[in-house]
C-alpha cells in the first residue's frame, strides 16, 4: 500500500516548495521532463492550498497521486534533509484510471443514471472535439454567426439519427430534454475555453449587447472596464451604538441603521468608490460622497471617528488606477437618484445615467451580487434593533445585546469597507479567475 | 456675459430634471429604461424612454453627416389608414447636404414586419414627410447594431465633451488644428504629446468637439477609442488652407 500525505499534516516550516532541492534532470528525456514538471507544479499548488478541484483539473492528476508524491517528498536522506522534488524519480509511474460508467438504459432513465451521460455519448460517438470545435467557431466551415443551443441540437440530432440511434434510446429517452442537457454542457465549454470563444464571437457579443440593451436575448459580454458603472444603496442590516458625553458621563445609546453606498464597474466587477451613511435612509450627500471617493484621485475616506478607512478602492492598491470617471451609470429610482445633487455631479463627470424599471434587479447585478454578499457575509449576523421581541422569553433586548457587543459605527463601517476591498482583490470566476483590480492594472 | 451663460445653463438642466422625473413618473410599472445626459450636438439635455433611442442619439451625436438634429416635441398631424393620425417622429435631423430627414426608432429587426404592424403611424409619418418634402428613415435595432462600435466610442466622446462643458475649449481645438497641419495623418498620442499632460481630458474632448464639427475625420467607426485613433484634417479644411 502506498503512503499518502494530506497537505494538513505538512507542517508549514516544510511546505517552503522554494527551498527544496531539484533533482538535475538535464539527463532525462523529454517525456520524464514534462511528467516531472507536471508534479512538481501540482505539488506545489497543492502545498499553496490551491483548491483540489483545480489541481486535479489544471495537471490530469488524481489528487491521490499528487498525496502518494508528498509523502515520498516528506521522507528524509541519510542526512536528514527532505528529499523534495528529488523524490520525483525519472521512471515515475502514472497510473491513468478512467471510472467507467454504464450509458443510461430502460425506457425512462433516472436522473443520476443520467447524470455525465451525454458527455459519455459524446466521447463514445468521437462527437465531443466536433462539438467543441463547433461551440467556439474554430472550424470557419462550421462557424456560424451566433451559437444556440438549438442549432447545436439540431445538428446533434441529426449526426445521431444518421448513426441509427432510434428514439426510444438514450438521450431521447429521458426525462431530462436533451436541451437542457446540451445547454449546460455548451455553458461549461464556453466557460472552459472562454479566451477563445470571446476571440471568435467577441465582435458578434459587442452586437449582442445591442440586442439586450433594447431587450433581447441575454448578456453574454462584459463592457470595457471603467465604460460602465452600477450605483446603488444598500442598508446595513447591523446596529450601532454611538458614545455621547451626557453632564460629562460617557453614555452609549443604539443609534440608527447605516446605509452603505456603492459604485462598481461592469466591465472589472471592481469597486470604485464607497460611502457609508449614517442614516435610516441614504442622504444625496453620501452619494456625492461616494461619486468623489471614486473620482478624486487624492480623496481620503474616512471612518465616522476620523481615522482613514482601510485601503478597498483600485487606487489604494495600486497607485496607477487612482481616479475613475465613467460614461454610463445605472441605477435605480430612487429619491436621491433624480435629486440635483446626483445630477450636477454626474454632470461634472459626463456621465449618462440609465433609470432601470422599478423593480429590475436583475438589470445591475454586479452590485446586487456585492450587496448580497456583503450583507450575508457580515451584517445579517449582527443583532438587529428593528427587532420587536423585547421580552424576556428571547433573551435580552437587541438594543441592549448590541451595547453588550460594542459595535458602534466605526465597527460598521469598516466591516463594510473591508468586504469591499476583499471584493476587489479577490479572483473572480466571472474574470477567467483573475481579481477586479488586475483586470483594471492590464 | 459668463454670468448669463451660467444662468442659462442651470436654467437648461432645471428643466431636464423635471422632464426626466416627468419620463419616470409617465413610465410607471412598465419596463424599460430612462435615459438622460447631455448632447452637445444637439446642446440639449435629453431625458429619453428606452435604450434604443438613446443609442440612436449616440449615433446622431458622433454620425459626421448628421450636421444637427432636434427631439420634436409636437405631434404633427399626418394622414393615417383610417383617416387624420397624430404622428411624431423620433428624430428630426440635417444633414451636412442640406437634406432634412425624419427618423423613426423601433426595436425590431425586420423592417417589413414592422412596416406592417406599425402600418398607420408609419403610413402617417411617411406621407406627412412626402408632403413636406422630406426624406423618412426607419431606424431598428439592425441599424443600432451595425454601429456598436461608433456608438460605444461616443458614449466616451460625449462624456468627455459634457465634463469640459464649463471650459473654453476654442484653444484646444486650434492647437490640435496645428498638430494636424503639421502633419496630416496623426493619431491621437501625437496631439497629447504635443501639449502638458494635465489638459489631456481636454485635449480629447476638444477632438471630439472637432469630429462632431467635421473638421477632423477619424477611424472612430471602425477602431475603439483609444490612443492611436487615427485623425486626419477633412478635406475641406485641407482646401481652404
Redesign the interface.
Same mark, same amino acid.
Given at each position: 500500500v502506498t503512503s499518502r500525505l494530506c497537505r494538513g499534516q505538512v507542517a508549514l516550516a516544510d511546505r517552503r516548495t522554494w527551498e527544496w532541492q531539484r533533482p538535475d534532470t538535464s539527463g532525462w528525456t523529454i517525456a520524464q521532463q514534462q511528467r516531472y514538471q507536471r508534479f512538481e507544479r501540482a505539488l506545489v499548488d497543492y502545498l499553496a492550498n490551491e483548491k483540489v478541484q483545480v489541481i486535479e483539473k489544471r495537471y490530469s492528476l488524481r489528487i491521490s497521486q499528487v498525496q502518494e508524491q508528498l509523502a515520498r517528498a516528506m521522507t528524509k536522506d541519510v542526512k536528514g534533509h527532505l528529499l523534495g522534488f528529488c523524490a520525483l524519480i525519472p521512471s515515475l509511474h502514472v497510473r491513468v484510471q478512467k471510472r467507467v460508467k454504464a450509458m443510461p438504459a430502460g425506457p425512462n432513465p433516472s436522473a443520476p443514471m443520467c447524470k455525465g451521460g451525454l458527455r459519455r455519448l459524446l466521447d463514445d460517438e468521437d462527437l465531443y472535439d466536433a462539438l467543441e470545435a463547433r461551440v467556439l467557431g474554430a472550424d470557419a466551415r462550421t462557424r456560424e454567426a451566433r451559437v444556440t443551443v438549438l442549432s447545436i441540437q439540431k445538428w446533434l440530432v441529426t449526426e445521431l439519427c444518421e448513426r441509427g440511434y432510434k428514439p426510444t434510446d438514450y438521450p431521447f429517452t429521458t426525462k431530462i430534454p436533451l436541451y437542457s442537457s446540451l445547454s449546460r454542457l455548451l455553458k461549461r465549454i464556453k466557460q472552459e475555453n472562454m479566451a477563445a470563444y470571446l476571440k471568435v464571437y467577441g465582435q458578434g457579443l459587442? $452586437?449582442t449587447?445591442?440586442?439586450v440593451?433594447?431587450?433581447?436575448g441575454s448578456r453574454m459580454a462584459r463592457p470595457?472596464p471603467l465604460?460602465e458603472v452600477e450605483i446603488d444603496e444598500h442598508k446595513l442590516h447591523g446596529i450601532a451604538v454611538v458614545r455621547i458625553m451626557v453632564d460629562g458621563i460617557v453614555k452609549k445609546v443604539p443609534a440608527e441603521r447605516a446605509v452603505g453606498i456603492a459604485i462598481i464597474d461592469r466591465g472589472s466587477h471592481s469597486v470604485l468608490g464607497a460611502a457609508v451613511c449614517l442614516n435610516p435612509e441614504a442622504k444625496a450627500e453620501a452619494l456625492v460622497e461616494a461619486m468623489r471617493s471614486a473620482v478624486g484621485p487624492d480623496h481620503v475616506v474616512k471612518l465616522p471617528s476620523g481615522q482613514p478607512a482601510p485601503p478597498f478602492r483600485p487606487g489604494d492598491f495600486d497607485p496607477a488606477l487612482k481616479g475613475a $470617471?465613467?460614461? %454610463?451609470a445605472f441605477i435605480d429610482?430612487a429619491k436621491i437618484h %433624480?435629486g440635483?445633487q446626483y445630477? $450636477?455631479a454626474a454632470?461634472? +463627470? @459626463?456621465?449618462?445615467?440609465?433609470? @432601470?424599471? +422599478?423593480r429590475?434587479w436583475s $438589470?445591475r447585478p454586479n452590485i446586487e451580487n456585492l450587496f448580497s454578499r456583503l450583507v450575508r457575509g457580515k451584517f445579517d449576523r449582527l443583532p438587529s434593533t428593528t427587532s420587536r421581541f423585547t421580552d424576556s422569553k428571547r433573551g435580552q433586548a437587541p438594543a441592549d445585546r448590541a451595547i453588550a457587543h460594542e459595535i458602534d459605527h466605526d465597527k460598521i463601517c469598516l466591516a463594510f469597507y473591508k468586504v469591499l476591498g476583499q471584493a476587489n482583490t479577490g479572483t473572480n470566476r466571472g474574470l477567467l479567475n483573475q481579481s477586479p483590480i488586475q483586470v483594471l492594472s492590464d | 456675459l459668463l454670468i448669463l451663460e451660467e444662468q442659462t445653463m442651470a436654467h437648461d438642466l432645471l428643466v431636464s430634471r423635471y422632464e426626466l422625473r416627468a419620463a419616470i413618473k409617465k413610465r410607471g410599472h412598465r419596463k424599460y429604461d430612462v435615459w438622460t445626459g447631455f448632447a452637445p450636438k444637439g446642446n440639449f439635455y435629453f431625458s429619453l424612454d428606452g435604450t434604443p433611442n438613446c443609442l440612436h442619439l449616440i449615433w446622431m451625436e458622433g454620425d459626421p453627416e448628421i450636421e444637427s438634429y432636434t427631439i420634436p416635441t409636437q405631434i404633427a398631424v399626418g394622414e393615417g389608414i383610417e383617416g387624420p393620425a397624430g404622428t411624431m417622429p423620433d428624430a428630426i435631423c440635417v444633414l451636412r447636404s442640406g437634406a432634412i430627414e425624419w427618423r423613426e426608432v423601433k426595436t425590431h429587426d425586420d423592417g417589413d414586419k414592422l412596416k406592417y404592424k406599425h402600418s398607420d403611424q408609419v403610413l402617417a409619418q411617411t406621407r406627412l414627410a412626402e408632403k413636406m418634402g422630406v426624406t423618412w428613415r426607419l431606424v431598428t435595432t439592425a441599424d443600432l447594431n451595425k454601429q456598436a462600435l461608433l456608438i460605444r466610442n461616443w458614449r466616451q466622446g460625449l462624456a468627455y465633451i459634457w465634463a469640459a462643458q464649463h471650459f473654453d475649449l476654442a484653444p484646444y481645438e486650434s492647437d490640435i488644428r496645428c498638430v494636424l497641419e503639421s502633419d496630416r495623418s496623426s493619431i491621437l498620442q501625437q496631439v497629447l504629446d504635443a501639449y502638458t499632460p494635465e489638459n489631456e481630458s481636454l485635449l480629447i474632448a476638444a477632438t471630439f468637439r472637432l469630429v462632431q464639427k467635421g473638421e477632423i475625420t477619424s477611424d472612430l467607426a471602425k477602431k475603439p477609442f483609444g490612443l492611436d485613433t487615427a485623425l486626419l484634417l477633412s478635406s475641406e479644411q485641407r482646401g481652404a488652407k
Open positions: 459587442q $452586437a449587447n445591442l440586442d440593451m433594447s431587450g433581447k470595457l465604460e $470617471a465613467w460614461s %454610463v429610482n %433624480v440635483d445630477l $450636477a454632470a461634472r +463627470i @459626463g456621465s449618462q445615467t440609465c433609470y @432601470g424599471p +422599478i429590475s $438589470a | -
